[in-house]
C-alpha cells in the first residue's frame, strides 16, 4: 500500500514501529514525530534528518500541546504509550494515565482537524489474556486480577480501544484499532524476549527464561508489521474496524526461540532457568483472517529468515559502537 502526499502524525514515532513506520513514508509524505523520547529509536536511523521530517518533542498527557502540534494533519497514527511488562510493573500509574488520558488527548484533538482522514490508535495483543489459541476480533477479551500488574496495560489498552470505537461511532471520527503480535526486528529500543536474547547471545550471556520456557507465542517481523499498519491507514474498508496483526507462522515456544538464536548468533551462551516474576501468557497465537480477507494483509517473513536479518543489524550496531 503506498500513501502519498499527506501530512502524518506519528504520536511515539521515535519508537521502534513508529520510527520504521516513519522511515516508509517520508518520501512521499510529511511525516511529524510527536514523541517525549523516554525511548528512541529515530536517533540512529540514516533518515532521522530527512527534510520530510518534523520532530517535536512533546508528552500527549500535554492536550494543548498535542492540538498544536497535530494542526493540518491528515493522517494519525497513535503508537505512544508506556509498554513493555517491566516498565510497566514499575510504574502503573504512569501507564494507565499515558495510555488511557494520552488516548484520549490525541482522539480530541484529532476531532478538532479540518482533514482527517483516518485515526489508527494501537492496542495489544495482551488483551486476550493467558490463553488465547487462533484468536479473533470479536474473541472475549479476558484480563487477570486486579492487583496483578501485567493487566494494568491490557485494561489501559483496552479502555484505548473503547474510546477510539467510541469517536467512530458517536463523532465519525475515521478511527481503526490494532493489536500486534509480539513484533521483533531491527530497531527495537524497548523490552521483548527477541531483543534480549540476541543482545545477551552476541556478548555471550546467559539466555534468562522465566518459569519452563513452554509459553507459546507468534512473532510479527518489523516490515510485515509495517505492511500491516499502512493498509489500515490507506484502506478505506479499515474505518471502524479492529485488526489483529500477526504472523501465526512465526509461533514457537520460549525454548524453542532461544535454541534459534543461540544456533544463529552461533554463541556460546546458556539457557538458564530463573522464576517468573509476573503473571504470565502462556499461549497466543493470532487469527489474521480479518486482516487478510477485508485487507490483503500477508505476512511474509518467516521467523529464522527475520531473526538473521535481526542478529546481522545487532552486530552492525555493536560494531560501530566500538
Ligand atoms: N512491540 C510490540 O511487540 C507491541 C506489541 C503490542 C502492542 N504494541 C504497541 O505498539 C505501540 C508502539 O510500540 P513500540 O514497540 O514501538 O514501543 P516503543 O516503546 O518503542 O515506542 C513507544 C514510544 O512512545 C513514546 N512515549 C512514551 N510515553 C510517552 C508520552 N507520555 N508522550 C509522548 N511519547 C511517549 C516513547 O518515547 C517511545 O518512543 C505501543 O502503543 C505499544 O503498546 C507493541
Same mark, same amino acid.
Given at each position: 500500500?503506498?500513501?502519498?502526499?499527506?501530512?502524518?502524525?506519528?504520536?511515539?514515532?521515535?519508537?521502534?514501529?513508529?520510527?520504521?513506520?516513519?522511515?516508509?513514508?517520508?518520501?512521499?509524505?510529511?511525516?511529524?514525530?510527536?514523541?517525549?523520547?523516554?525511548?528512541?529509536?529515530?536517533?540512529?536511523?540514516?533518515?532521522?534528518?530527512?527534510?520530510?521530517?518534523?520532530?517535536?518533542?512533546?508528552?500527549?498527557?500535554?492536550?494543548?500541546?498535542?492540538?498544536?502540534?497535530?494542526?493540518?494533519?491528515?493522517?494519525?497514527?497513535?503508537? @505512544?504509550?508506556?509498554?513493555?511488562?517491566?516498565?510497566?510493573?514499575?510504574?502503573?500509574?504512569?501507564?494507565?494515565?499515558?495510555?488511557?488520558?494520552?488516548?484520549?488527548?490525541?482522539?480530541?484533538?484529532?476531532?478538532?482537524?479540518?482533514?482527517?482522514?483516518?485515526?489508527?490508535?494501537?492496542?495489544?495483543?495482551?488483551?486476550?489474556?493467558?490463553?488465547?489459541?487462533?484468536?479473533?476480533?470479536?474473541?472475549?477479551?479476558?484480563?487477570?486480577?486486579?492487583?496483578?500488574?501485567?493487566?494494568?496495560?491490557?485494561?489501559?489498552?483496552?479502555?484505548?480501544?473503547?474510546?477510539?470505537?467510541?469517536?467512530?461511532?458517536?463523532?465519525?471520527?475515521?478511527?481503526?484499532?490494532?493489536?500486534?503480535?509480539?513484533?521483533?526486528?531491527?530497531?527495537?529500543?524497548?523490552?521483548?524476549?527477541?531483543?534480549?536474547?540476541?543482545?545477551?547471545?552476541?556478548?555471550?550471556?546467559?539466555?534468562?527464561?522465566?518459569?519452563?520456557?513452554?509459553?507459546?507465542?507468534?512473532?510479527?517481523?518489523?516490515?510485515?508489521?509495517?505492511?500491516?499498519?499502512?493498509?489500515?491507514?490507506?484502506?478505506?474498508?479499515?474505518?471502524?474496524?479492529?485488526?489483529?496483526?500477526?504472523?501465526?507462522?512465526?509461533?514457537?515456544?520460549?525454548?524453542?526461540? @532461544?535454541?534459534?538464536?543461540?544456533?544463529?548468533?552461533?554463541?556460546?551462551?546458556?539457557? @538458564?532457568?530463573?522464576?517468573?516474576?509476573?503473571?504470565?501468557?502462556?499461549?497466543?497465537?493470532?487469527?489474521?483472517?480479518? @486482516?487478510?480477507?477485508?485487507?490483503?494483509?500477508?505476512?511474509?517473513?518467516?521467523?529464522?529468515?527475520?531473526?538473521?536479518?535481526?542478529?546481522?543489524?545487532?552486530?552492525?550496531?555493536?560494531?560501530?559502537?566500538?
Amino acid at each position: 500500500m503506498t500513501i502519498q502526499g499527506k501530512r502524518i502524525f506519528l504520536t511515539g514515532g521515535a519508537g521502534f514501529i513508529g520510527s520504521t513506520l516513519a522511515g516508509r513514508l517520508l518520501e512521499d509524505n510529511e511525516v511529524v514525530i510527536y514523541d517525549s523520547f523516554e525511548r528512541d529509536a529515530l536517533s540512529a536511523r540514516e533518515f532521522s534528518h530527512h527534510k520530510n521530517l518534523r520532530r517535536i518533542r512533546g508528552d500527549i498527557l500535554d492536550h494543548a500541546g498535542i492540538q498544536s502540534a497535530m494542526e493540518g494533519a491528515n493522517i494519525v497514527v497513535h503508537l @505512544a504509550a508506556i509498554a513493555g511488562v517491566d516498565t510497566v510493573i514499575k510504574s502503573p500509574t504512569s501507564t494507565m494515565r499515558v495510555n488511557l488520558l494520552g488516548t484520549y488527548n490525541v482522539l480530541q484533538a484529532a476531532l478538532g482537524l479540518t482533514n482527517c482522514e483516518r485515526v489508527v490508535t494501537f492496542s495489544t495483543s495482551e488483551v486476550f489474556g493467558t490463553y488465547a489459541y487462533r484468536v479473533s476480533e470479536d474473541d472475549t477479551v479476558n484480563t487477570g486480577a486486579v492487583g496483578e500488574a501485567r493487566w494494568t496495560y491490557a485494561v489501559s489498552k483496552l479502555a484505548g480501544e473503547h474510546m477510539s470505537y467510541a469517536y467512530f461511532k458517536e463523532f465519525a471520527l475515521p478511527t481503526v484499532i490494532v493489536r500486534p503480535f509480539n513484533v521483533y526486528g531491527p530497531g527495537q529500543v524497548g523490552e521483548g524476549a527477541i531483543h534480549v536474547f540476541v543482545q545477551r547471545s552476541l556478548s555471550g550471556q546467559d539466555l534468562l527464561i522465566h518459569g519452563d520456557g513452554d509459553q507459546i507465542r507468534s512473532w510479527t517481523y518489523i516490515d510485515d508489521m509495517v505492511d500491516g499498519i499502512l493498509l489500515v491507514m490507506g484502506r478505506p474498508e479499515a474505518v471502524g474496524q479492529s485488526f489483529n496483526l500477526g504472523n501465526p507462522r512465526g509461533t514457537v515456544t520460549v525454548n524453542g526461540l @532461544a535454541e534459534l538464536i543461540l544456533a544463529v548468533t552461533g554463541s556460546s551462551s546458556k539457557i @538458564a532457568y530463573v522464576p517468573r516474576q509476573a503473571a504470565d501468557v502462556e499461549l497466543r497465537i493470532p487469527s489474521i483472517e480479518k @486482516a487478510r480477507t477485508l485487507l490483503g494483509f500477508q505476512p511474509i517473513v518467516g521467523l529464522r529468515e527475520g531473526i538473521e536479518r535481526t542478529v546481522a543489524w545487532y552486530r552492525i550496531l555493536r560494531n560501530n559502537d566500538r
